[in-house]
């Protein structure tokens, strides 16, 4: 079956920098690729997505990068503000099938 | 409000003793399923249902039970909690397969097995 495997468990950035968290898939079969942001308390929430067809996509301040070839994609997000301090996670699925999720990032935010 | 309900969000339990966690989804979603969520493992996923009465595991089911009587409602069943069953649970449910559509999780469930 499918693993994931994410990178790093924790990041800690200014307030202001970039963060990036890396994760790599192991089923070369699986073309869909989400980012979960889970906030103190609640539980995970889409934040951004992407298609296999797709090698990358933006909303706002949040991309995601995908290569297929290598398998793996990554998460970005500029200009950090202390609201994006969470915890991460990235998720990989066949359609018609689950999503196998990586292993998290906690991401914190210094002011 | 669109939304995934979990009850209870904490529960402190003894081994042995039987307890079921409720879930409810308000979107007349198709799919539902279970995750466990420990620390340095990730959200690992325990059964799924793709329809009423339609049930199947997922990765980690071993001492759990779910059943789908009616479209919006998906209770976990512990019928014996043991210590290692000790995590924080989550519901989720989608329109479709989570690959073909957006999950929407619940606030989770944080059970303490003693």
């Known amino acids: 079956g499918e693993n994931v495997e994410q990178h790093p468990s924790t990041l800690s950035v200014q307030e202001g920098d970039s963060a990036v968290i890396k994760c790599t898939y192991s089923?070369?079969?699986?073309?869909?690729f989400p980012w979960y942001k889970q906030e103190l308390g609640k539980g995970p929430q889409l934040i951004i997505d992407?298609?296999?067809?797709?090698g990358e996509k933006k909303d706002q301040r949040i991309a995601v990068t995908l290569n297929k070839t290598a398998k793996h994609f990554s998460l970005h997000i500029t200009e950090t503000q202390p609201e994006d301090s969470a915890v991460y996670f990235c998720?990989?699925?066949?359609?018609?099938?689950?999503?196998?999720f990586g292993t998290g990032t906690r991401l914190t935010i210094i002011p | 409000e669109a939304q995934v309900t979990q009850n209870p969000r904490y529960l402190i339990t003894v081994t042995g003793k039987k307890l079921t966690v409720t879930c409810s989804q308000n979107?007349?979603?198709?799919?539902m399923s279970w995750y466990r969520q420990d620390p340095g493992l990730g959200l690992r996923q325990i059964y799924y249902?793709?329809?009423?009465?339609?049930?199947d595991k997922g990765d980690v089911p071993e001492g759990y039970k779910v059943s789908r009587k009616e479209k919006r409602n998906f209770p976990l069943i512990l019928e014996s909690p043991s210590p290692n069953q000790t995590s924080l649970y989550f519901c989720?449910?989608?329109?479709?397969?989570?690959?073909?559509?957006?999950?929407?999780f619940g606030q989770g469930t944080r059970l303490t097995v003693v």
């Open positions: 989720a449910s989608s329109l479709s397969w989570p690959g073909v559509s957006e999950a929407f």
């Open positions: 089923d070369s079969a699986s073309n869909y």
């Open positions: 992407i298609r296999s067809n797709v």
């Open positions: 998720a990989a699925s066949i359609i018609d099938e689950k999503l196998t």
């Open positions: 979107m007349n979603h198709e799919y």
């Open positions: 249902s793709m329809n009423v009465e339609v049930t």
